[in-house]
């Protein structure tokens, strides 16, 4: 099994940046993929971006693409999502995900390992 703890959400104005850091534990990581997935209230929840443990590039949504950066520190244990240049409309909670094949999915289903979410917050 895999356990994971969000940290690093905040209240940030409009053009600001905010780091957010996912740490994992439990079971070898090597093989894993960790996203990060997003959720406003009333909306689905979305994919933003992903890595592998190991290995090939990571993968960014488009609507966070040029901003959002997805990257790891293995010794850390620990996925990070630098966040630049946010909008109102980044406000979210924002989850960490893994799951088990190094594959990178987008969609929530293919994740089942979650975190408790942090709230991030974009005043206008």
């Known amino acids: 099994q895999v356990q994971l703890v969000e940290s690093g959400g905040g209240l940030v104005q409009a053009g600001g940046s905010l780091r957010l850091s996912c740490a994992a534990s439990g079971r070898t990581l090597s093989s894993l993929t960790v996203g990060w997935f997003r959720q406003a209230p009333g909306k689905e929840r979305e994919f933003v971006a992903a890595i592998s443990w190991s290995g090939s590039s990571p993968y960014h949504a488009d609507s966070v693409k040029g901003r959002f950066t997805i990257s790891r520190d293995n010794a850390k244990n620990t996925v990070y999502l630098q966040m630049n240049s946010l909008k109102p409309e980044d406000t979210a909670v924002y989850y960490c995900?893994?799951?088990?094949?190094?594959?990178?999915?987008?969609?929530?289903?293919?994740?089942?390992?979650w975190g408790q979410g942090t709230q991030v917050t974009v005043s206008s």
């Open positions: 995900a893994a799951r088990a094949p190094p594959t990178i999915l987008t969609g929530t289903d293919g994740y089942g390992y």
